[in-house]
Every structure is written in C-alpha cells, then in structure tokens.
C-alpha cells in the first residue's frame, strides 16, 4: 500500500441512510484534510485534522461529522445528507499543517 | 480573501504544442503555491510545489514560475503529449489552503 487510500470509492445512499468514507495515509503525514469537490466548482475545504486533532472546520453542516483515531487513519461519518451532498470527496494529507498535498483517488458520493 | 483565477478555463491544442497555464491571486502573503493535476473522476496528483521564496520549480516537461509581486504563476508544458490531457489546479497556502477552478486541457494527436 502507498500513498493516500479511500474506500469506497463510489457510494449511493439514500437521504436517510448512515454512511462512513475512510481514508488512510501510508507517508508517515501529520496533518490530513477532508476536501469536496462539486461540479465545476473549485475544491473546498472542510475540515483540517493536524496530529489527530482538528484544527479547521470550514463551516461544514453538521450531517458530516469527522474522525481521527490516529494520524494514519481519517473517517467522515455520513448522516441524512441531501441530494446536493452529492460530490467527489477527496482526502489528502501533508507532512505538516503547511507543505506538500498527497490527495486519494476520491470517494464518489451520490445521494437519492 | 484569497481569490485564486486560472486562465484560460479550457485549452486544446495540437500534439507537440508548447503550452502556458496561468494562476493570478490576490493575496501576496503565501507560504507556497503547488500545481496538480487530475484526471476525470480521480484525486489530484501533485506536480510542482514553489516554496514562497523560489521563482521556479522544473520536473520534466513542466516548469512552474511564481511572482508574488505581480500575484501570478504559470505552469509551461513542453512539447505536449495526449497523455496530458487533464484538469490542471493550482493551490496557494496561506493563511488558508485556496485552489483555482481549474484549466481543462486536451492535447489532441
């Protein structure tokens, strides 16, 4: 395993449901970050976890709901989201707070 | 605020093509600027990290230059190849991590 790894990589849920997406850095990394990307729009941000406590959370509503065991290991805990939660969820993670981004090939979410 | 503009939002050009991507942002007081690419449906891969005191970065075919005076950088691809068709992004760190929308190119053969 190398790099930065997401499961699943695609998930279809209904508004309803409860969810988790994983993700799980193998470069040693201090500092991992929760990115959506929504059709043509630019990557935001939402949360920001720096030796496993957060440091950001970028006014995201309160159905995601993230978590960090260990600096290796991310989740994002799903819960009655809406049909616009649907979007490309990337993981990335950095040595530090600031420096070099290493993303994961993403969890494509969809919700019915 | 940090505004980050990439132009041209779309490019396509001829197999061997030199090309030119542009960043401008508003906000001086970077820490570093990095260029990544992504292909459709998957992650970004990271192509060049400029740290806020470099002017330039070289890996390969690509070279990022930065200029903080002016808020710009470019990213140059030389001598273009379809396999670089791609969304290429650029990100400033500051205070706070900020990407482009993104410039699609397709490098026809």
């Known amino acids: 395993e190398t790099g930065v790894t997401q499961t699943p990589r695609h998930l279809v849920m209904g508004m309803t449901n409860k969810k988790s997406l994983k993700c799980e850095q193998h470069?040693?990394?201090?500092?991992m970050y929760w990115y959506k990307q929504s059709a043509k729009k630019p990557l935001e941000l939402m949360f920001v976890?720096?030796?496993?406590?957060?440091?950001e959370n970028n006014s995201v509503p309160s159905r995601f709901s993230p978590e960090c065991p260990n600096s290796s290991h991310l989740f994002l805990h799903l819960h009655t989201l809406q049909p616009e939660d649907s979007a490309l969820y990337l993981c990335a993670s950095s040595p530090g707070a600031a420096g070099e981004l290493f993303f994961g090939e993403g969890s494509r979410l969809t919700v019915l | 605020k940090q505004e980050v503009t990439q132009i041209p939002a779309a490019l396509s050009v001829p197999e061997g093509e030199n090309l030119v991507l542009n960043c401008s942002f508003t906000d001086s007081a970077i820490y570093n600027l990095q260029w990544f690419r992504q292909d459709p449906g998957k992650g970004l891969t990271s192509l060049l990290l400029?740290?806020?005191?470099?002017r330039e970065q070289t890996s390969g075919r690509l070279n990022a230059s930065l200029d903080k005076s002016s808020g710009r950088s470019t990213l140059y691809i030389a001598a273009s190849q379809p396999g670089d068709s791609a969304t290429y992004l650029c990100?400033?760190?500051?205070?706070?991590?900020?990407f482009g929308a993104g410039t699609i190119l397709r490098v026809k053969s």
């Open positions: 976890y720096s030796l496993e406590e957060r440091v």
């Open positions: 990100a400033l760190e500051g205070n706070k991590l900020v």
């Open positions: 400029i740290q806020s005191s470099q």
């Open positions: 470069l040693g990394h201090n500092a």
